[in-house]
């Protein structure tokens, strides 16, 4: 079974700064995708960056980028120039690609909280 | 589009009463998810389908039942509430076609079994 842990319960950053939140997912498999996805107070689960496991490349999208490090088994995402709108809580999930495609785990979630 | 809808939004029930989370998508996935989600857990997967007429259990499916008569419904029965039941349910789809784009969302259904 996969697992996918998220150890920072919550985080805060000043607007304008830097933060990155930490994800570690424990797999057998070589096939496999990691997501980022954003919870904002709306509830609403919006997808935020995502990576192919059989990218060397880390992915980005606007301010927001991953460091993947396969062999470590971790997908840390960096949020640069924070926003308040970037105020939320983060979870980081895992899907196995090929036949098993479909099922998503997903860590426990991190609150960040960022300050005017 | 309208892309996934919920409904309803939020909903008591008595313990012991059944109802019917549904669940439509009009973006033509194939696959389609429910999850539940609890404080300090996460979302956790109850059911999903690969396509009409073919579900499957995830990592909590006791107390739930699913069907998938039609590729834009998916609902989500629960045969007779508990308050263990409580919690915040998506239901989300996805397609593997033209690449992995992730899960998209619905809104979510707050449930509480009193």
């Known amino acids: 079974a996969q697992t996918v842990t998220q150890s920072q319960p919550e985080m805060s950053v000043q607007e304008a700064e830097t933060v990155t939140l930490s994800c570690t997912y424990d797999?057998?498999?070589?096939?496999?995708?990691l997501f980022w996805y954003k919870q904002p107070p709306s509830r609403q689960m919006i997808l935020v960056i995502r990576?192919?496991?059989?990218?060397?490349q880390n992915a980005t999208e606007n301010r927001f980028s991953v460091n993947f490090q396969k062999a470590a088994k971790s997908f840390s995402l960096k949020i640069s120039d924070s926003q308040l709108g970037d105020t939320a809580m983060y979870f980081c999930?895992?899907?196995?690609?090929?036949?098993?495609?479909?099922?998503?785990?997903f860590g426990q979630g991190t609150i960040l909280t960022v300050h005017p | 589009n309208a892309g996934v809808t919920q409904t309803p939004k939020f909903q008591v029930l008595k313990t012991g009463q059944s109802m019917t989370l549904q669940c439509a998508q009009d973006?033509?996935?194939?696959?389609m998810s429910w999850y539940r989600q609890d404080p300090g857990m996460g979302l956790r997967l109850i059911h999903y389908?690969?396509?009409?007429?073919?579900?499957d259990q995830g990592e909590v499916p006791n107390g739930y039942n699913v069907s998938r008569s039609t590729t834009e419904d998916f609902p989500l029965r629960l045969l007779s509430a508990a308050p263990s039941q409580t919690s915040v349910y998506f239901c989300?789809?996805?397609?593997?076609?033209?690449?992995?784009?992730?899960?998209?969302f619905g809104s979510g259904t707050r449930l509480t079994v009193v």
């Open positions: 989300a789809s996805s397609s593997p076609a033209g690449g992995v784009i992730g899960y998209t």
């Open positions: 797999t057998s498999e070589n096939n496999y995708y």
């Open positions: 990576q192919e496991a059989y990218k060397q």
């Open positions: 999930a895992f899907m196995i690609g090929g036949t098993s495609y479909g099922k998503l785990t």
């Open positions: 973006m033509n996935h194939e696959y």
């Open positions: 389908s690969v396509g009409a007429g073919i579900t």
